[in-house]
């Protein structure tokens, strides 16, 4: 209903293991924001895509890194998975210079 | 520091009765404040936006609130459906975007 959409919609790994999230932004939104929830918590910033350039990053390790493609497409990729890594990932794509962000339904890892 | 609190944590109510959510912030500096509806396992979706000069905005039986001076807001959820159950999300537009932990809402018959 957001014209957004993420991929896998459940993922178990070990931990150690590598993990590749994909979201599917609205054609136009050139920014796209990446978010990891906790059970419980609000979406904690993990960074955020401009034409394909990473330009913003929360409190987040190099282990957790990106991609923004030219069809709209981003990829969140972490490196290394631990326990903690386990929440639900969240892209957000919106039209840059506006405030309206539109969220997929996010991709709920588990880290064993 | 760039906070956004908001309370209760969690709240039980009836259906068909009213609730009051709150959400306190100290963004600078500020641009809106949006209130998200999270159903679980799933992603935010945008009840209201306000701005600056904005003090009130409705969406249904949703009605957001902006005090700027206090740097206040609160949603108010008028005749509560089951369906309203969800977390509730305060996000504040300042040089990036701040989210509040969320209160949880349970409407139970």
């Known amino acids: 209903e957001t014209g957004v959409t993420q991929s896998p919609t459940h993922l178990i790994k070990t931990r150690g293991q590598q993990v590749t999230l994909r979201c599917s932004s609205q054609?136009?939104?050139?920014?796209v924001s990446w978010y990891q929830q906790a059970l419980g918590q609000g979406p904690q910033f993990i960074f955020q895509?401009?034409?394909?350039?990473?330009?913003g990053r929360g409190n987040f390790p190099p282990r957790f890194s990106g991609l923004q493609f030219p069809n709209y497409s981003s990829e969140l990729n972490v490196n290394a998975l631990e326990l903690d890594d386990s929440a639900l990932y969240l892209c957000?794509?919106?039209?840059?210079?506006?405030?309206?962000?539109?969220f997929g339904p996010g991709t709920r890892l588990t880290v064993l | 520091k760039n906070q956004v609190e908001q309370s209760p944590q969690s709240l039980i109510i009836l259906e068909g009765k009213n609730c009051t959510l709150q959400?306190?912030?100290?963004?600078?500096?500020?641009?809106?404040l949006r209130w998200y509806k999270q159903d679980t396992g799933r992603g935010p979706v945008s009840l209201t936006i306000?701005?600056?000069?904005?003090n009130t905005k409705s969406n249904g039986r949703y009605t957001a609130t902006l005090d700027a001076d206090t740097k206040q807001s609160s949603l108010h959820i008028t005749a509560s459906q089951l369906s309203d159950s969800a977390s509730y999300i305060c996000?504040?537009?300042?040089?990036?975007?701040?989210f509040g932990t969320g209160t949880s809402l349970t409407v139970i018959p």
């Open positions: 054609s136009g939104h050139n920014t």
């Open positions: 996000v504040v537009t300042g040089n990036q975007f701040y």
């Open positions: 957000a794509s919106r039209l840059q210079g506006t405030d309206t962000q539109y």
């Open positions: 306000m701005t600056f000069s904005e």
């Open positions: 895509y401009y034409r394909e350039e990473e330009n």
């Open positions: 959400c306190n912030y100290t963004v600078s500096p500020f641009s809106n």
